[in-house]
């Protein structure tokens, strides 16, 4: 093996392996059906290497013996147990075990339901606690509480999105005009990475969101500050939003901001992520966002706001990072 090659193997394995962990995979489970969608796909890996070692072996055993050999009545029984029996005890095995945790996958949840649409390019959060009809708005970051399945109903603006936690559960279709609905139960409090998993257009890839599983306690105290409305700081930024119209697009519960089109900002600063899951919230990366968000999520909705001094820009983010 020439040393080209072998850099190009060691590469392919390199980046082959850099996807197994991290915040956003399916190894890195943090919830119930994750680990049980990691099992199956354990079990099916180990069970495929063993056939394919076994007919690989086979093959060269065959290879190597001259033929004739082999009587008649054990060459049938290979074609016929290796062929067809052994097959279809496997297959069948593995759909009925796949099959079985169904169920456990699509139970419905005991408790809070989280409805969340997909918009071009960000996600509407929405919290109904039980018995509660009227939503705690929120977007592009998914809080959950730990040792509770919440049932997660799924809609979809203009265009086809689809939901996708990996280190938290399957993938599940948002379809525009239907509800589709999945439930999750995370197990492990922390954050782990979603990501668009549906070709939706420009902007499809910059998608993302995180998942923040919290104690159940901690969940609680969140979901009550996060259905207070906004304390907003009085200032040059809040003018400048008032100003620049911004409440048009966007909602701030508390103030006169009640939009609907954009992502609620009512807590903006308390998210861990920017522009859904794309910038961190930082003071520079707010900037740039309101100065120009066609430059860094092409086929955005959000006009550029490059006519404000980089004063403005600063005040406007400033007072936007305040909102907690
Ligand atoms: Cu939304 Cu892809």
Request: hydrophobic share 45%; with cysteine; net charge neutral.
């Amino acid at each position: 093996m020439g040393d080209r090659y072998r850099a190009g193997l060691g590469l392919l394995i390199l980046t082959a392996s850099a996807g197994c962990g991290g915040p956003q995979s399916v190894f890195s489970a943090g919830g119930a059906d994750a680990l049980q969608i990691n099992r199956l796909f354990t079990v099916m890996l180990v069970g495929a290497v063993l056939l394919w070692l076994s007919l690989n072996g086979l093959f060269l055993y065959v290879t190597r013996r001259s033929p004739g050999r082999m009587s008649r009545k054990l060459a049938e029984g290979v074609i016929i147990g290796g062929g067809i029996v052994l097959p279809l005890v496997v297959l069948t095995a593995l759909l009925s075990w796949g099959l079985s945790i169904m169920p456990d996958q699509r139970a419905p949840g005991d408790g809070l339901r989280v409805r969340i649409t997909g918009e071009e390019f960000w996600w509407r959060v929405d919290y109904y606690a039980p018995g509660s009809q009227e939503p705690v708005v929120s977007a592009n970051e998914l809080r959950l509480p730990a040792g509770r399945r919440t049932e997660i109903e799924l809609l979809a603006g203009r265009v086809i999105h689809s939901f996708w936690v990996p280190g938290l559960g399957g993938k599940t279709d948002m379809i525009p005009g239907r509800t589709t609905r999945m439930s999750l139960e995370p197990v492990t409090p922390g954050i782990y990475r979603g990501q668009c998993a549906e070709f939706c257009g420009a902007s499809h890839a910059l998608m993302a969101m995180n998942a923040v599983v919290l104690e159940e306690a901690a969940f609680a105290r969140w979901l009550e500050a996060e259905a207070a409305p906004a304390r907003a700081p009085e200032g040059e930024g809040q003018a400048i939003f008032f100003r620049e119209g911004c409440g048009a697009c966007h909602a701030i519960r508390g103030t006169p901001a009640a939009g609907v089109v954009g992502p609620d900002l009512t807590h903006l600063g308390s998210r861990t992520t920017l522009a859904a899951g794309i910038l961190p919230m930082e003071r520079a990366a707010m900037v740039s966002w309101i100065a120009n968000a066609e430059a860094i999520k092409p086929g955005v909705r959000m006009p550029a706001y490059g006519h404000l001094s980089k004063a403005e820009l600063e005040a406007l983010a400033a007072w936007l990072e305040a909102l907690e």
